[in-house]
C-alpha cells in the first residue's frame, strides 16, 4: 500500500558521513501541532504513524488525534500501530510457526499461493522455555540438562529448524544461549532500527511485540514494546497493523537514589506495589525526573521486566546518556551509538530530566525510600517488607492450613525492625531467636501448624526435620534479575562470604542458577566467584527460564514424599517474577520472590520462618553463629567486581555468531519444502483444526443459545489457572492421551513444550492443579460437572466438554476480576475456544487475554457496572441465551447485548473495543481474517 506524507515529515538525517530518511516530529509544529509537550512513548507512536500513514488504515486524521491528545480523557480513539518486529519465545513461539504451517496448507486449499504466508517483518525466536531442572548441584548439571532437552524436544527443535528454511526473515537462537529477554535488551535491540530499500536507509524507533507478557524489559532502553498473544504476534508478522486505542500514560516521576542495602529487586517490588494500588492496567507508565539519571540500565529494564505484574502495557524509560552506555557496554557498534544519540535529539526523545510532559496521571517516589523487601506467597504485587518477612509468612500459612496458635513465645510484631539506610542488614544483639540453632533441624515449630513433632526425613545418611515453611526451591532465575549484574555480584559475594564463613546450604533446599545469558557465568568466572556458589549448590543448570514458568523439576526425591506424606505447606524462594499458585511446582503451596542474593540467604537458612535481621543464618566453622549482616555485601564490594570484572568484549564474543549454535544444534536433520509434512504420529507438533473446513468467505455471526457453564471463576484467575504449564501429571486426561500413543510418563516433559500439540494443549486447558471451579464445590484442579448427564456428575473439564461438543451445546465461562491476569498465553484462548467456549462473561479483564479471547473468535463480555455473578444470583447451573450479537453483522458494535441465565436477565456490556477486533470476530479469528485478507 503506498505510502503517504501529509504533513511533509520525511527529511534527511546525516550522521558520521552516513545518511539517512526520518520523518521528523517537528513537521506537526509547524501545522501548530503540541508535539513536545507528548510523553515520550507516544512521540514514538506517533513517529509510527507519520511514516506509516496510507490513507486507509492510518490517516492524517489518526496523526492529528494522537498530536493533540486530551491527557484526561479516557481511550477511545483507535489507531493502527505498526511494529518494526517481532519477538518470539519457543514455548509461544512454536504453536505461531505451527499456525503459520496449517495457514500455508489453507491458502494452498483455497486457491493461493503458499508462500504468501511469510513473515513481512524481522521474526527473532529464542528457545529458552524447555530447559527443565531435572540434575541441580553437580558440575556436569548443565550438560546433563542440555541433553536431556535435546532429547526430549528434538521434533520441536527439527520443527523450528524447518521454520528458519521455510520462511523468509525468519530467525531462530538455539538452545543454551539465553533468555529471550536477556537477549533482546543485551542484543537484538537496535533502540532506532534502520530498514534499507532501493538504496534508502530509513531510520526509526525500534520497536517490537513479543509473544511473552515480559517483553517491556527492553522499555529500559527507550524501545516501545509489549507482549502479546501468539495470535496477534502472526498478525503482525504477517504485516498486519495492531490496532490499539490511544491510552492514558502515567508520569512516574522519579527523585533521589537507592540506598545502601537496598537492591534492583527491592526497587521494583515497590514499583509493583505502588502500581498495581494505581491501577495501571493498558495503560502506559513513563519514568522521567531527576532520579531518572540514577537508575542503571539493568534496574530500569528490571522494572520495565515486571510491567505485566502491575498491568501496565509498558513502563518506559526514554533515552539518555545511560542508554549509550549501556549499549557501548554491551557491544553495540559505534556507528549505532552514533545514530540512535543523533535521532533521539533530533526528534525529541532525549530525556530531559526537567520536562514535564502532559500526562494523564502521576506517581512519584523518592528512591531513597526504597527497602529490602519480598513478594508472596502467591502474588508479585503482595510486597513484605524483609523486616516484616516472618511475621507475614506466619499470617498467611495460618491462613492456607486453617488454624491458628499463638505466636512463639518471644516473638513481638508491635517491636519495629529497621536498619539504617547508610548500612546493610543487621542483627539484634539479643532478640526472639537467640538460642543457637542446629544447622540441620529447623528449631522453630512454623505459626499455626498443626500439633506434631516435624517430619524427619534422611538424606545422604543423615536424619533432618523439616517443617511447614521449609524452603524446598532456591532459584536464581528468571530473566528479571539474571540480567542485572549489580544483584547478580552481590548473590556471588554473599555465596563467597557464606562459604568462608563455613556456611553451607541446608540439605533439603534444591538449588539452582539459570542465567539470562552466557555473559553471566563469564563474568563470575573473571570475577572468581563461581566456586562459592557452587560450593552452596548454585551450580549453572541452563541458560534460560526454568523455576520461573514451572520448569523446576522434581523436588529432591526424599521431601518430595515428606510434602505429599504430611501435607506440609513448603516454600520455594526465587529471582524471577512470577509466584502465582501452582506455577512454581505442585508440591509446593507457597512461593516468593526476591533478589538474587536474598535467595542465597534463605537457601542457607533453609526455612522462611526465620527473621533474617535478628536470626543466625547458621554456624560457621569457628562454632560462631552467622547473620545476613556477616555476608551481605556492601554497594562498594558490588561496585568493584562490576568494574573489575566486565567489559564490552563479552557481549560482542558471546553475541557475534548467535544464530549459528553449537554442533548439537548444527547437525539436526531438518526437513525441506514449503509445505511441513506433518507426521500423525508426532505427539509433538499437529496439524491444528483451525482451518477446517474454512469457506473462502465467512458466515455471518449468531446468537449463543442453550449454553451451558463450563466454569464459574472468581476473582484474580490468572493465565497460568486456564493455559496449561508445567509438568504433566500422570492422572491427567493429557496423561491419558500421552499414554495411549505410546509415551512413557517419564517422557511426558512439559505441557509448554507441547504446546506444537493441540490435542495435548486442549486436555490440560482449565487444569491447574490450584484452579477453583465453584460449579464443583470441594473440588481443586481441572473439574467441572457435566450437564449432559443426569444429576450433573463432577467431571474433568476436558471430558465435559467432550460431551457438550458432541450434543451440540456451546459453553460459556463466568468470572471476577482481572479474569487473565498474568503471561500472555496464546494457549490460554487456543484452549477454550477448542473447548467448545463460545463467550467469557466476567467483571474486568486483563488486556492481552480479552485481546486473545476475540483472536480465537471467543466473545468477552463484561457484567453491568457493580454487577456481579454473585449480586445477580447465577449459580452456574443455568442455560444462557446471549442475543444481540448478530448486530455484528451489520459492521456495528453494539454496546451490550441481553443475556437470559435461567430466570435472571441482564445487559452485558460487549468488550469489542475497535472495530479491528469486530473483524477478527466476524471471521471467527485473527488468523482466518489475515488468511482470507491475503486470499485477493
Not at 202 to 230: E, F, I, K, Q, R
Request: overall charge negative; some cysteine.
Amino acid at each position: 500500500m503506498a505510502s503517504i506524507d501529509s504533513f511533509n515529515a520525511k527529511s534527511p538525517l546525516q550522521v558520521g558521513g552516513k545518511s539517512y530518511e526520518i520523518y521528523r516530529l517537528d513537521a506537526l509544529t509547524q501545522a501548530g501541532l503540541d508535539v513536545a509537550s507528548l510523553p515520550y512513548s507516544l512521540k514514538i507512536l506517533l513517529e509510527n504513524l507519520l511514516r506509516t500513514e496510507n490513507g486507509t488504515d492510518i490517516t492524517a486524521d489518526d496523526i492529528h488525534a494522537l498530536a493533540n491528545w486530551d491527557a484526561n480523557a479516557q481511550p477511545s480513539r483507535e489507531i493502527a500501530f505498526t511494529p518494526a518486529r517481532v519477538v518470539l519465545q519457543d514455548f509461544t513461539g512454536v504453536p505461531a510457526v505451527v499456525d503459520l504451517a496449517a495457514m500455508r496448507e489453507a491458502m494452498q486449499a483455497l486457491g493461493g499461493s503458499a508462500n504468501r504466508i511469510n513473515p513481512l517483518a524481522p521474526v527473532e525466536l529464542v528457545i529458552d522455555h524447555s530447559v527443565i531442572v531435572d540434575a541441580f548441584g553437580t558440575n556436569d548439571a548443565f550438560q546433563r540438562n542440555v541433553e536431556i532437552e535435546y532429547g526430549r524436544n528434538l521434533e520441536r527443535y527439527q520443527f523450528l529448524r524447518w521454520g528458519q528454511n521455510a520462511f523468509d526473515d525468519f530467525k531462530v537462537v538455539p538452545p543454551g544461549t539465553g533468555i529471550v529477554h536477556q537477549v533482546n535488551l543485551e542484543h537484538l535491540s537496535r533502540v532506532v532500527f534502520v530498514n534499507e530499500k532501493d538504496g534508502v536507509a530509513t531510520a526509526y524507533p525500534d520497536t517490537c511485540v513479543g509473544t511473552d507478557s515480559h517483553t517491556p524489559m527492553v522499555n529500559g532502553l527507550g524501545v516501545v514494546a509489549w507482549g502479546v498473544g501468539g495470535i496477534e504476534a502472526e498478525a503482525a508478522m504477517l504485516g498486519q497493523p495492531i490496532s490499539m486505542l490511544i491510552p492514558r500514560v502515567v508520569g512516574f516521576k522519579l527523585t533521589g537514589a537507592l540506598p545502601e542495602g537496598s537492591t534492583a529487586t527491592d526497587l521494583v517490588l515497590t514499583i509493583t506495589e505502588m502500581l498495581r494500588k494505581h491501577r495501571v492496567v493498558g495503560k502506559f507508565v513513563e519514568f522521567y525526573g531527576p532520579g531518572v539519571a540514577a537508575v542503571p540500565l539493568a534496574n530500569r529494564a528490571t522494572i520495565g521486566n515486571m510491567s505485566p505484574e502491575y498491568g501496565s502495557t509498558i513502563s518506559i524509560f526514554p533515552i539518555d546518556q545511560v542508554t549509550l552506555d549501556y549499549m557501548t557496554l554491551t557491544g553495540r557498534s559505534s556507528e549505532q551509538i552514533a545514530l540512535v544519540e543523533a535521532y533521539a535529539k533530533a526528534q525529541g526523545l532525549w530525556h530531559d530530566e526537567h520536562a514535564e510532559p502532559r500526562y494523564s496521571e502521576r506517581l512519584e517516589l523518592d528512591l531513597s525510600t526504597v527497602v529490602p523487601s519480598i513478594a508472596g506467597p502467591k502474588r508479585p504485587q503482595d510486597r513484605i517488607e524483609l523486616t516484616d518477612a516472618q511475621q507475614s509468612f506466619r499470617g498467611a500459612l495460618s491462613e492456607l492450613i486453617g488454624h491458628t496458635e499463638a505466636k512463639p513465645q518471644g516473638y513481638d510484631n508491635d517491636v519495629e525492625q529497621t536498619f539504617p539506610a547508610s548500612d546493610p542488614p543487621s542483627h539484634a544483639e539479643s532478640g526472639p531467636s537467640s538460642k543457637e540453632p542446629n544447622d540441620h533441624v529447623q528449631q522453630a515449630p512454623a505459626a499455626g501448624r498443626d500439633q506434631r513433632d516435624p517430619v524427619s526425613i534422611t538424606l545422604n545418611g543423615t536424619q533432618y526435620q523439616i517443617d511447614h515453611g521449609a524452603v524446598v526451591i532456591a532459584a536464581i532465575t528468571s530473566c528479571t534479575n539474571t540480567s542485572n549484574p549489580t544483584v547478580m555480584i552481590a548473590a556471588a559475594l554473599l555465596a563467597k562470604k557464606a562459604v568462608e564463613l563455613g556456611l553451607t546450604r541446608k540439605p533439603w533446599v534444591k538449588t539452582s542458577l539459570a542465567p539470562g545469558s552466557r555473559v553471566v557465568t563469564d563474568y563470575y568466572e573473571r570475577a572468581g566467584l563461581t566456586p562459592y556458589l557452587e560450593a552452596l549448590g548454585f551450580n549453572l543448570v541452563g541458560y534460560g527460564c526454568t523455576t520461573c514458568i514451572g520448569n523446576s523439576g522434581p523436588l529432591i526425591p526424599e521431601v518430595s514424599q515428606a510434602v505429599t506424606g504430611h501435607d506440609l505447606a513448603v516454600v520455594s524462594v526465587l529471582s524471577g517474577n512470577r509466584n502465582f499458585e501452582g506455577r512454581i511446582h505442585a508440591e509446593v503451596k507457597m512461593n516468593y520472590l526476591m533478589s538474587p542474593p536474598l535467595v542465597v540467604a534463605y537457601a542457607l537458612a533453609g526455612t522462611m520462618d526465620i527473621d533474617l535481621f535478628n536470626s543466625p543464618l547458621g554456624t560457621g566453622k569457628d562454632g560462631k553463629s552467622v547473620y545476613l549482616k556477616d555476608v551481605w555485601p556492601s554497594a562498594s564490594e558490588v561496585a568493584a567486581v562490576v568494574e573489575s570484572s566486565i567489559e564490552s568484549g563479552m557481549y560482542r564474543s558471546g553475541y557475534a555468531d548467535v544464530f549459528a549454535g553449537d554442533e548439537r544444534w548444527r547437525g539436526l536433520p531438518t526437513p525441506e519444502g514449503a509445505i511441513f509434512d506433518w507426521d500423525a504420529e508426532s505427539t509433538y507438533v499437529r496439524q491444528p483444526p483451525y482451518f477446517q473446513g474454512m469457506p473462502r468467505n465467512p458466515e455471518p455471526v449468531s446468537d449463543i443459545t442453550g449454553a451451558r457453564v463450563l466454569a464459574k471463576l472468581g476473582d484474580s484467575v490468572t493465565t497460568d489457572h486456564i493455559s496449561p504449564a508445567g509438568s504433566i501429571a500422570k492422572d491427567s486426561p493429557a496423561a491419558t492421551y500421552l499414554t495411549s500413543h505410546g509415551v512413557a510418563p517419564a517422557d511426558f516433559n512439559s505441557y509448554g513444550s507441547r504446546r506444537g500439540n493441540h490435542e495435548v494443549m486442549i486436555r490440560g486447558t482449565f487444569a491447574n492443579v490450584r484452579l477453583r471451579n465453584q460449579l464443583a464445590p470441594g473440588t481443586e484442579g481441572g473439574y467441572t460437572r457435566d450437564f449432559t448427564q443426569a444429576d450433573a456428575p463432577v467431571s474433568t473439564i476436558f471430558d465435559a466438554s467432550t460431551a457438550y461438543i458432541k450434543a451440540g451445546i456451546p459453553l460459556v465461562i463466568l468470572a471476577g476480576k482481572e479474569y487473565g491476569s498474568g503471561s500472555s498465553r496464546d494457549w490460554a484462548a487456543k484452549g477454550t475456544v477448542l473447548l467448545g467456549v463460545r463467550a467469557v462473561i466476567a467483571e474486568s479483564y486483563e488486556r492481552i487475554h480479552r485481546s486473545n479471547l476475540l483472536g480465537m473468535g471467543v466473545l468477552p463480555l463484561q457484567y453491568p457496572e457493580g454487577q456481579t455473578t454473585e449480586s445477580l444470583g447465577l449459580t452456574g447451573e443455568e442455560a444462557f441465551d446471549i442475543i444481540g450479537v448478530t448486530d455484528l453483522n451489520s459492521g456495528d458494535i453494539p454496546k451490550t447485548v441481553k443475556v437470559k441465565a435461567g430466570d435472571v436477565q441482564f445487559e452485558a456490556q460487549v468488550r469489542i473495543d475497535t472495530p479491528s477486533e469486530a473483524a477478527y470476530y466476524r471471521h471467527g479469528g485473527i488468523m482466518q481474517y489475515v488468511l482470507r485478507s491475503l486470499l485477493d
